[in-house]
């Protein structure tokens, strides 16, 4: 590591446009650091060939597998997603003490239904009623609980979101066709810990005798999110 | 507010454009990237703290003009380099210079599946005890920056700084990011989820009985 290291790199944004001179002190520090020349810039800079060049060097260093990649991905795409969560409201809509056990300690219930995993190791359940409505966010990243809704729409990851759901929550509802009563007070959840929230919403009138399998058709991903409402049948 | 992701309540970002649920990525190479930083997560070098403070710690130009997967394998490449996994040569290179001694390390597809479903608990034993019940009322440090390491990751959102709110329920003991995450060790304590006022929070609330309700470590609270 002994040295300065330049080089010419392609595609990055600079001062002299498309071929800048990276330089980089002696020491690689400790951790990123606020320096112009993040190792990142080295790569490629339009993002597809950026981690294309990360997955060839990683692959080639015996660092990563492909293969668990294309299962990683295979995961969140097609495996775990609103599903797992719809499933677990339409059950608390079905029996009372169910729904008792999941909003006094959420974990072991969720855990039970095989609802665990990667950033959903500490859920809580918030109820919304005529009295309050709960809404998520992360204002600081982009923290959701996966278990239940698989990886966040993109929304959801926005600045916009991100921004605007703790200071004005009825004005983003209404973006996705939600007005609540003024009497209703919202209640907005930011996510600043390893702490995940899953919004339970209202069951929809005209529902009586619908079993769990057809309530689960009416629970939308928006709706555990509190940006939107369970669809009536 | 010291870093660019710090953006609750900011003006300025336009509308919010609902998706289809099934609509999972928006290119090729945004599962991608999402894939390579989790397995790259399991090599063991650094802990989920470590990984935000890598993507907060973006120039804020970057920060601001990168689409979210682009930067996590920006922030990737950068822990790579700075752990010592990859070298600035290989990066520039687009090639492996030498082996690996953390290839012993690789997740293999194999254990995805249970890696996955394992998930990585942040609660601990120990710490200091508890000294807000629900009820309590507390005020949020004026600085919304880590106390420790200037520049450093917190957890502390900027709007929240300097408010008075009331604890409504005790999380347990978790790993204080703004430690962990300059591997200063995981210090460990009380969290609560703390409920504010929004006619409290902002200058102009939509509405006086709304309230905006953050998970807070014990050392980022005083009795109000």
Known sequence: ?233 | MTRPHDMGGRFGDGPVTPEAEEVRFHADWHPRALALTLASGSLGLWNIDTSRHAREALAPKDYARFAYYEKWIAALADLLVAKGALSRAELAEGRAMGNSDLAAKRLPASAVAAVLAKGGPATRGGGPAATFTPGDRVTVRAHAENMVVAGGHTRLPAYLAGHTGVILRHHGTHVLPDSAAHGQGEAPEPLYAVAFRAADLWAHPEHAGDEVVADLWQSYLTRA
């Open chain 1, 1 to 233: 590591m002994g040295g300065i290291y330049a080089r010419m790199r392609a595609g990055a944004s600079g001062p002299l446009g498309d071929w800048t001179i990276v330089r980089h002190a002696a020491h690689d520090p400790a951790m990123p650091h606020d320096h112009h020349d993040h190792p990142h810039s080295l790569l490629p800079s339009d993002p597809a060939l950026r981690v294309k060049a990360l997955e060839t060097i990683l692959t080639q260093k015996g660092l990563v597998d492909p293969a668990a990649l294309d299962e990683i991905i295979d995961t969140y795409e097609n495996r775990i997603g609103p599903k797992n969560g719809a499933h677990v409201v339409a059950r608390a809509w079905s029996d009372a003490a169910f729904r008792a056990a999941l909003l006094a300690d959420a974990d072991p219930v969720l855990a039970e239904m095989g609802y665990y995993g990667r950033q959903g190791e500490h859920m809580v359940v918030v109820e919304n009623t005529g009295d309050v409505h709960n809404m998520v966010v992360c204002t600081l990243c982009s923290c959701y609980p996966w278990p239940l809704l698989g990886i966040p729409p993109g929304w959801y990851k926005s600045d916009a979101y991100r921004a605007r759901a703790v200071r004005e929550p009825r004005k983003v509802l209404s973006e996705f066709g939600v007005t609540l009563p003024q009497d209703t007070s919202v209640r907005v959840w930011d996510s600043t810990a390893e702490v995940r929230y899953l919004v339970l919403p209202q069951r929809p009138a005209g529902t009586d005798g619908m079993d769990e399998a057809a309530l689960m058709d009416l629970v939308t991903r928006d709706s555990m999110i509190g940006c939107g409402l369970a669809v009536a049948p």
